[in-house]
């Protein structure tokens, strides 16, 4: 097994720890625009990043535990975000209505599509490898907390869980 790139991944994660993520506006698939600045104030808010398809394809696995973990929490958020600004113009429809006919009712305001700021988010996690998700848990405050570029495994899983329930705490 190669421990490089999830060493990597790691300290790369850790440089983003403890600083304000960056501005994040787009819309929900129930067609509802907002910001993480609106969406996450003063919330734990969980985000799972999709930069690719096959990145968006693996996320479900983090957002359905998060949920199951601390959806009726009224102090938590979360989103999957699909970034669509390489996406043109005229295909991007045909994403989202795909997107949205494959999300169920229910997760519909948890998925954010966003159409700007791709590359300023891709530096902010360090994006290796855009075929998986990098997910990363904000405080209230915006700061970053937890951060993991990879698909969904039990053991980061549990880290997440604990990071958040720590900031959960009354």
């Not at 060493?7 to 787009?26: E, H, K, N, S």
């Not at 625009?33 to 969980?46: F, N, Q, V, W």
């Not at 102090?75 to 600004?85: G, P, S, T």
């Not at 996406?87 to 519909?108: E, N």
Request: charged fraction near 20%.
């Amino acid at each position: 097994m190669n421990l490089r790139l999830p060493i990597a991944i790691l300290i790369a994660v850790a440089a983003c720890a403890q600083t304000v993520a960056p501005a994040l506006r787009g819309e929900t698939l129930d067609g509802r625009k907002t910001t993480l600045a609106e969406a996450g104030a003063g919330k734990t808010t969980l985000l799972v990043l999709g930069f690719s398809k096959k990145a968006g394809d693996v996320s479900n696995a983090w957002r359905d535990h998060f949920a199951a973990d601390f959806g009726a929490d009224s102090r938590a958020n979360y989103f999957v975000v699909a970034f669509l600004e390489d996406a043109p113009g005229l295909v991007r429809g045909m994403i989202k209505s795909a997107m949205r006919s494959g999300t169920p009712q229910a997760q519909r305001p948890h998925f954010l599509v966003v159409t700007s700021d791709e590359a300023v988010w891709k530096k902010f996690v360090h994006v290796e490898d855009d075929k998986v998700p990098c997910v990363v848990l904000l405080d209230g405050a915006g700061k970053v907390r937890w951060a993991w570029n990879g698909e969904f495994e039990a053991a980061h899983y549990s880290a997440l869980k604990e990071a958040a329930a720590a900031l959960l705490k009354p």
